[in-house]
């Protein structure tokens, strides 16, 4: 009998493709009358179609603010539709040198001016802004100035208030005992995150403590904290023209700012998103439920109607269905409470707060 020899047989292509690398965009620096900033742009225009342009809060650049959510994978059948600029704040772009001493940091006001030059660099009249805290602001600004640019924004961890006297005297005595990489911890994170020193806590203290660019970024950091009072006032002309998505986590540093913020917006404009199990940063701690409740904002905004659901909302009809059933005879204001593992956020809707 025929003795069986073993035979090895070498696979010339792999039977599963490996996923593509994610985009890494195309760098450009913007000359502005304020100075020179970096954007990063990812995909192609898309006709009569907005671009996404995100700005990140302090400590951070749009890659350690943003990467997580815009790599997400439900993510990308909405960046499919849209091109998407990253904005870097002057001095906070990857291997930034540090700028002379003495040099005058815009303020936040003048690093929202700095958005239309942005825009008639890339060519586009309109955008769907995404910012996170200091960033969230300077969309909140241009918004105000340039309504007719903007039809959409989510603003996470907005702080539409100035400082006042006492908040200036607590930022005063808590930087005489604490370093600067350490106030900004804390404006990031949740009290809860910082004492158990989550592995994200670690992450954004190691690197601030190695930033070649620490000056810069304090320098963003007092711009920050000198900012105006942006003033809304709802049923007034000082509010937001486009719809708005108010984004914090539950216990969150900023949460009452934010639910002030709220309070201050056109109910018939304004979706409100709090989201339990998510500390200061949600965007990146739960970047799919901010995934679906994101796509559903641009449906309401007439984009992607005909997408279909993702996995996480089929998963979730029949549950929020029922509840929303039950909810049927409450007046227009409403909350939606709902635990992290079952609920989720629904398509925005006229002053509805979702805590999932």
């Not at 911890?185 to 592995?199: A, D, I, M, P, R």
């Amino acid at each position: 009998m025929t003795e069986l020899q073993e035979v090895q047989i070498t696979e010339g292509k792999p039977l599963l493709p490996s996923p593509p690398a994610p985009d890494p965009g195309k760098k450009h620096t913007v000359e502005t009358p304020y100075g020179i900033v970096t954007i990063t742009i990812h995909g192609t225009p898309k006709p009569k179609r907005p671009a996404i342009l995100t700005y990140h809060d302090v400590g951070q650049n749009h890659h350690s603010c943003f990467d997580t959510l815009f790599h997400f994978e439900d993510m990308q059948e909405i960046i499919k539709n849209f091109v998407v600029i990253h904005v870097d704040a002057p001095g906070m772009e990857e291997g930034a040198p540090a700028f002379p001493l003495g040099y005058q940091y815009p303020s936040l006001d003048q690093l929202a001016d700095m958005i239309p030059c942005i825009l008639q660099y890339v060519n586009f009249t309109s955008i769907i802004g995404i910012g996170v805290g200091a960033g969230a602001y300077i969309l909140a600004r241009y918004s105000l100035t340039h309504a007719n640019t903007v039809e959409g924004l989510v603003l996470i961890n907005i702080d539409p208030n100035a400082k006042g006297w006492m908040d200036w005297a607590a930022h005063k005595l808590t930087g005489l005992t604490s370093s600067i990489p350490e106030m900004i911890v804390g404006h990031l994170f949740s009290q809860e995150e910082l004492s158990k020193n989550t592995e994200l806590v670690q992450q954004q203290r190691d690197i601030l403590s190695h930033a070649t660019n620490l000056p810069n970024i304090q320098l963003y950091w007092s711009s920050y904290n000198s900012r105006r009072d942006l003033a809304l006032e709802r049923g007034g002309d000082h509010t937001f023209k486009c719809p708005v998505m108010l984004v914090v986590g539950d216990q969150a540093p900023h949460e009452d700012a934010v639910v002030e913020c709220n309070s201050k917006l056109d109910p018939t404009q304004t979706s409100f998103l709090k989201m339990a199990d998510s500390g200061g940063q949600p965007q990146l701690t739960q970047p799919g439920k901010l995934t679906e409740a994101f796509k559903y904002f641009v449906q309401g905004m007439g984009y992607m109607a005909s997408s279909c659901m993702t996995r996480l909302s089929r998963s979730r009809t029949a549950s929020l269905s029922s509840a929303a059933s039950g909810d049927g005879n409450r007046s227009r204001s409403r909350t939606l409470s709902q635990s992290s593992e079952a609920g989720g956020p629904q398509p925005p809707a006229p002053t509805m707060e979702v805590s999932c």
